[in-house]
Structures are given as C-alpha cells and as structure tokens.
C-alpha cells in the first residue's frame, strides 16, 4: 500500500492520470479498505441480507408452475419472472433486453451508479460477505496491514489457510446457485447426486466457476469493477451535471486545512504563510483527516470529484458525517448530490435528456408488453408433406397430407385440437397431436379432404385453429394444392 503521504500528492496533482490501484511501477497497490460503519453502512447491511436471501432461494422460487429465472443457454430456454422464452421469441428477448438496457441509461443519468453501491452481486457479494470474512479473521484495516507484511509464521499461515479456505468454499457455494439459474435446480441436484462419470461436463462447468469466483472475490474484487464492468465503463457517457451521485461539496469543505494546522493558526503558533497557505485562504469544514479516504474499497479521494472507480458504496458518506459530528458540523459534506446542486444549488431531476429516455422507453415497454400479452403459449407449423400431390377421392374430392409440429411453451401439459376454420372441409387424423408435454414439442399427420367447389386453383389457402378446450391459441396457414382445371368457377 502507497504510504498515505505519497498517495495525498499523487491524488491532488494527477488523480485523472493514474488508477489508484497502480502504483508508478505498474504493479498492483493491494487496497486495506477500513471497516465502515454508520447509518448507511447499516441500511446496506439490511438491505444484503434480503438480496442475499433472494439469490440464494432464486432457484427454488416458481410462479405457476415456472422456474423464476432461467437462462439455459445450452438449451436455448429463458424464463424471467416466470415467464418463459423460447427461440422462437427471440424478437420479443431483443426487445426486452432493449427495455433493460435504456432503463439502466436512464435510471443511471438520473441516480448514477445506485445500483453499484447497493444491488449489484459483486458488490454484495465483495463487501457484505468476503470482505466481512477478511475482517473477521484478519482484523481491520491496520491489522490487515501488518500481517500482510509479517515474515511468514504459524499464525499468519493458519489466518490465510483459513481465509482461503472460506473463501473457497463461499465461491463454491455461489458458483452452485449461479448453476442452478443456468440449469435448473433439478439438473443441479442430479449432477450433485448422481455419479460424477455421468456428469463431467457438469462437473467441470461446477469447479471452474468455482474458481473463477473465488479469483473475483480473493483477488480481483475492485479490478472487476475497474476492467471487466462493461457498466462502469459506460459511467462516463452516462452521467452529466444533474446526475446524483456520491458527492463531496466542495463549496462548502474547501479550502481542506488539518485540525492541526487550524489549531496552530487558532493559537497564533504559526500563520498561513508557514503552513504553505496564501495569504487570504479561508478554510472550509473537510479537515483533511483521509477517513473517507481510507474506508473507500476502490481506492480512491472522493474530494477530486466523480470518478469512474466510484461504486457509490457510501462509506465515505458513512465516514466523514462520523468525523462531522465530533467536530460539531452539520453531517452531509458527502453526501447524495449533483455537480449543479453543489456548484448552483439548484437540483434538476426531469431534465431535456431524463424526458427524451423516459419516451423512448415508454414507447418500448409498451410495445414489448403488447407484444408479450399477444404471443400465444404453442407455436405451431403446419406444412404440406413434401413430395406429395392432391388425391382424389369419391364425391368430388381432393386430399392433402400434412405433418404438423406443436411446441407447448407453457409448464403444463396441453392438450391441443387442430380445426379446420376455412374453407369448409375435414381432418381426417394419421396419428394426431392431442397433448404435449409442458416445454415440448409433438409432431403429427393428418389429411385435408375438401370438396371440389371449396377449392381455389392450383393452390387453396387453409387456415386452421389450434385449441385447447374451448381456447383459440393460434391460428395457422398452409396451402392445399389441387388441379388447376377444377375450380369452382
Ligand atoms: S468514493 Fe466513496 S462511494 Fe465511491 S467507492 Fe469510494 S467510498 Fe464508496
Ligand atoms: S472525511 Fe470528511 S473531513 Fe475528513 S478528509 Fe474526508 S471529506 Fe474531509
């Protein structure tokens, strides 16, 4: 870790040049984020553990009968809030990723990076658990500090066997459920269960994401936000002046001056000139003492403005409003604000660019829950057989054969009735589709007969109602071919 001094010159003269996890060798500077508390700290706490108790039960949550998230992509089955999505719906997929997509933008124009700092897994997962273990084994910052840089003995072993160990077994643990929302839960449990050989691939998939959780949160953690977030990156053409964001008013904090030094000054022990101050500077509230400094897990000073490493985990809030009441000021030097709330005090929420998205946004979610209310639960073709022509049959009539397929896009079995709604005519079935199964599709034969006077030319065109009970769930086209010197003119 940059010692405090060099890390104070570096942040006020180049802080945009350099990434505080760098240091001027180009090797990593290991952040020992000081514990936080305060009233923020213990909102994030509450809300962690019902964030964490939702990932962890995700899997096993079900509405009618759906899995609440599943993202098989192997398989190529979406379900999102129950709601589930085949191939067939990829339209309807790109859309609402569309609808997510502009939500983020503008719920980022408008709040910053709130998600950052309070939802988002890695952060939850970084700070509320693996960096709770790491205090609760190797102490606090300081402590952290020291052992680090302790020659290797007994207890430093036994700390990091034992850091690691959890670590790994957290990352184990994660890596099971993040299956579970890719798989299933039921696909989960057998390859748990059944013997390791029939389930490599599982097997595999299992430990390598164990590994790849336990390198994020062991040693990668704020380098993913820095690097790997394509969100974080986009921050930047995000946010404007009126966005709200973890801020430091530095109208009211500047110019910084140490209790020291005011104490100095106060007692006429030295004057401004001595302390390297002009000779009409006046001082703000922030005291220069680096709390917010050292609680903050990316690294970084808070004071030199909005940063991209900011997650807006609110520590530094947490921090300074501590160092605020002991010194008798009023909390807030940082807090929840915009540039324009600082620099003007005038706080604009619905501005020219919140509306525009809001719109466009509008208009999507309108159309993607059109859209999703309309789709039906089957998709079905019905095609002549190929190679085949017309027959002819008695009374004046002509047959087609066709094959049908059905997908059940629903959890349920279906049973399904395929009518015959123009022209008039009749099915005669060749091994049918009556029912499928929930998530499958069924494939079936059947022959058109219609009467010479029903048909159009070469080419007749048949629209066929697929039901279930009484309930129209489709309707569906295909062509009935038939000699061309026959039609009913
Ligand atoms: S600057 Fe403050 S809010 Fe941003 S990451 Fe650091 S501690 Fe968290
Ligand atoms: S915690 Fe507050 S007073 Fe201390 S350095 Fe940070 S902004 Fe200034």
Redesign the pocket.
């Known amino acids: 870790m940059a010692n405090l001094e060099e890390e104070k010159r570096i942040d006020q003269a180049q802080f945009r040049d350099h990434l505080s996890t760098v240091n001027e060798d180009g090797k990593r500077n290991w952040i020992f984020?000081k514990k936080?508390s305060g009233r923020y700290y213990t909102a994030r706490n509450i809300l962690a553990v019902f964030l964490l108790a939702f990932f962890f039960s995700g899997p096993f949550i079900t509405i009618n009968g759906n899995p609440l998230l599943l993202l098989n992509i192997l398989e190529r089955k979406f379900v999102i809030f129950g709601v589930a999505f085949w191939p067939q719906d990829f339209h309807l997929l790109l859309l609402g990723s569309l609808v997510f997509i502009l939500f983020i933008v503008l719920f980022t124009a408008v709040f910053g990076r709130l998600f950052c700092?309070w939802a988002c897994p890695q952060t939850i997962f970084m700070e509320m658990v693996f960096r709770k273990i790491e205090y609760w084994i190797e102490g606090d910052s300081a402590a952290q500090i020291r052992l680090n840089r302790a020659p290797w003995d007994f207890k430093k072993l036994r700390k990091k066997v034992t850091k690691h160990t959890i670590f790994f077994g957290m990352a184990f643990l994660i890596s099971n459920m993040f299956l579970a929302y890719i798989i299933g839960k039921d696909q989960l449990f057998e390859i748990i269960t059944d013997p390791p050989s029939e389930h490599i691939a599982g097997l595999s998939s299992m430990i390598i994401f164990s590994g790849l959780f336990y390198g994020v949160f062991a040693f990668m953690r704020e380098q993913v936000c820095h690097f790997v977030c394509p969100y974080g990156r986009m921050q930047s053409v995000l946010l404007d002046n009126n966005s709200i964001n973890?801020m430091y008013d530095y109208v009211r904090g500047e110019s910084r001056a140490s209790i020291k030094d005011r104490y100095q000054l106060e007692n006429r022990k030295a004057t401004l000139e001595d302390l390297g101050f002009s000779a009409n500077e006046t001082f703000g509230d922030c005291i220069d003492c680096y709390q917010?400094?050292k609680?903050?897990?990316?690294?970084?000073?808070?004071r030199n403005g909005t940063?991209l490493?900011?997650?807006?985990?609110?520590?530094?809030?947490d921090?300074c409003d501590s160092v605020m009441e002991k010194i008798d000021k009023p909390r807030g030097l940082?807090r929840y604000s915009s540039e324009n709330a600082i620099r003007e005090e005038k706080q604009k929420v619905f501005t020219p660019r919140v509306a525009g998205y809001s719109g466009i946004l509008l208009i999507l979610l309108t159309t993607f829950i059109t859209l999703l209310t309309l789709r039906p639960d089957t998709e079905t073709t019905i095609l002549r057989e190929p190679g085949t022509l017309y027959q002819e049959l008695p009374d004046n009539r002509y047959a087609n054969i066709y094959n049908v397929k059905i997908l059940n896009k629903t959890f349920n079995e279906m049973p399904v009735e395929i009518r015959l709604e123009s022209p008039e005519g009749e099915i005669v079935s060749l091994g049918s589709v009556d029912s499928i199964q929930p998530q499958n599709s069924a494939e079936g034969r059947f022959m058109v007969q219609l009467y010479q006077e029903n048909l159009s030319g070469y080419q007749t065109e048949l629209t066929f109602g697929i039901y279930s009970g009484n309930e129209k769930l489709e309707t569906v086209t295909s062509g009935f071919l038939g000699p061309g010197n026959s039609t009913n003119n």
């Not at 490493?309 to 809030?317: K, W």
């Open positions: 984020p936080p700092g973890v917010c400094v609680v903050c897990p990316m690294g970084i000073d808070i940063q490493e900011c997650v807006h985990c609110t520590a530094c809030i921090a940082i």
